[in-house]
Structure formats: structure tokens, C-alpha cells
């Protein structure tokens, strides 16, 4: 099995992922022999199946988000290297105050974002909840930051950084590396496109976008109680804005690793 492979937990978007995502990796010199799609039941399964090429695997886990993205971190070998992605994204860069699609390999660079991991003992990166250029900077910072969860590096068979939350998962897994670990990484100058709260994915999990929005609110209340020193609420009446502040803790800066940038 790679030591680096690229997973896609997916429901209800079998074009979405296979127009956006897998283009996007193919585009970046990914094969698609690296990358497994994984979706939330048998019928899920064969509807994926008519539509995505041979070479992509396609793997039946469970649904809710938390609870797919802890049996994708349980289904690899120890210590093998996942980069996970939402099914819907573009991946881009900061080019001044601007934003531009990323023009370089992207195996080299999450290869660089994991050796950069290992030098301080950290077990995650991630990527800023922004994609406007006015915001990100060249730079990656160790400590503990928010991030999207749209894209995130983490390796195999770490259950006890694992949130089985069906909403927020990404943020719940920042802090329990922070806790366990010291910190995660995060890359200020890489993020995502994606069409915010689209149809499929969590959307159809919960029913549709206010049913959504209600577990979004009442997660976020009760992340609030467990970690009061780490995230506060805030944008009560716009929950689609975001409703989580997080408390920055940077332990280090280091030199942006896109090839652009060095």
C-alpha cells in the first residue's frame, strides 16, 4: 500500500467529485491509482461506481462525516500519510493580494507539509478557512489555528485525535492535536474553491441547509463548553457567516514551502 494516498469521503455527489476534485488532482500530476473515494453505503456505492474511472478506488464506510473520516483514518496501515479533500473543491494560492489556481505538483508539496510535521512532532496540517489573498500570507505557522476541512493532511491509525461530531468534525480534530500533540500546522498560502453549503454532502445528511445550520449551532454550542480556553461563538444570527472564533496560539513561523515562494 503508498505511503501517501489521497481520500475523498463523498455522498451524493458523483458528478461533483469527479467534475471538480479528481480533476483537480489529475490536474496536479496526481494518478489516480492514489486516490480512493470513499462513500456512505452499498447504493452509494454503485451509483459512484457507473461514474468514476476504473483506476479510482471507491470504498464503502459510514455516514455522517465524523464517523467516515475516523474509518478513513482507520482503514490505511499505520503511519501511511492521508491527504484528505472534500469532493467539490479547487485547490489555490496566494499570488499577492490575489488568488490564483495552484500551478505546481501537488505531491511534492504535501510531501513538504508532512516532513515539515515530522521535524516538530506534529500529526496534522491544514489550510485557512479564507480563500482571499488580502488574508493568507506566505508563510506555514505551527501552533493552533482554525482551519477548513476541506483539505487536511493527518496520518493513519490515530484514533484518539478522531471527533465523531457530524458537524465541525475538522475544528474538533484541530484542537484534540492540539491537546495531544502541541499543535498542528498550517499552510497560510494554500486553500480551496468551493461552493459553500452545496447540495449533497452534509446538506443531504441533515435534510437540507436550515437543518444543517440548527446542528451547526447546537455543535458549535457544546464545542464551546469543552474547550471555553480554545473557541468562543460569535455570528449568532448569521450561522451561515460561521459561528467560531478561534483563540491563535502560534509556536512557530516557517518559510512557505510553494515552489513560487522560495
Given at each position: 500500500m503508498n505511503d501517501l494516498v489521497f481520500a475523498i469521503p463523498s455522498y451524493k455527489r458523483e458528478t461533483e467529485v469527479s467534475e471538480k476534485t479528481l480533476k483537480t488532482l489529475a490536474q496536479l500530476e496526481v494518478p489516480m491509482e492514489m486516490v480512493t473515494v470513499f462513500v456512505a453505503n452499498p447504493e452509494e456505492f454503485s451509483r459512484y461506481r457507473e461514474k468514476l474511472p476504473d483506476s479510482v478506488s471507491i470504498v464503502t464506510g459510514e455516514l455522517g462525516i465524523?464517523?467516515?473520516?475516523?474509518?478513513?483514518?482507520?482503514?490505511?496501515?499505520?503511519?501511511?500519510?492521508?491527504?484528505?479533500?472534500?469532493?467539490?473543491?479547487s485547490i489555490i494560492r496566494k499570488d499577492g493580494a490575489?488568488?490564483?489556481?495552484?500551478?505546481?505538483?501537488?505531491?511534492p508539496l504535501v510531501k513538504k507539509a508532512f516532513n515539515l510535521c515530522d521535524s516538530v512532532g506534529l500529526k496534522f496540517w491544514g489550510i485557512p478557512d479564507?480563500?482571499?489573498?488580502?488574508?493568507?500570507?506566505?508563510?506555514w505557522v505551527t501552533g493552533f489555528r482554525g482551519i477548513c476541512g476541506a483539505m487536511f493532511g493527518e496520518y493513519a491509525q490515530v484514533p484518539e485525535v478522531q471527533s465523531l461530531l457530524p458537524h465541525s468534525e475538522d475544528l474538533e480534530k484541530a484542537i484534540l492535536h492540539y491537546?495531544?500533540?502541541?499543535?498542528?500546522?498550517?499552510?497560510?498560502?494554500?486553500?480551496?474553491?468551493q461552493k459553500r453549503l452545496a447540495?449533497?454532502?452534509?446538506?443531504?445528511?441533515?435534510?437540507?441547509?436550515?437543518?444543517?445550520?440548527?446542528?451547526?449551532?447546537n455543535i458549535t454550542e457544546e464545542l464551546v463548553k469543552r474547550y471555553p480556553e480554545l473557541v468562543k461563538m460569535v455570528n449568532e444570527d448569521k450561522p451561515e457567516k460561521g459561528l467560531t472564533k478561534i483563540k491563535n496560539k502560534t509556536t512557530g513561523r516557517y518559510q512557505s514551502q510553494l515552489t513560487c515562494c522560495q
Open positions: 465524523g464517523c467516515q473520516r475516523r474509518f478513513i483514518n482507520n482503514f490505511f496501515a499505520e503511519g501511511t500519510r492521508i491527504v484528505s479533500l472534500d469532493d467539490d473543491v490575489k488568488i490564483t489556481e495552484l500551478d505546481e505538483p501537488l505531491i479564507t480563500n482571499n489573498g488580502f488574508f493568507m500570507k506566505h508563510e491537546l495531544k500533540f502541541g499543535g498542528i500546522l498550517r499552510l497560510n498560502d494554500i486553500s480551496v474553491k447540495d449533497g454532502g452534509v446538506n443531504a445528511h441533515f435534510g437540507g441547509k436550515t437543518e444543517r445550520m440548527e446542528v451547526y449551532r
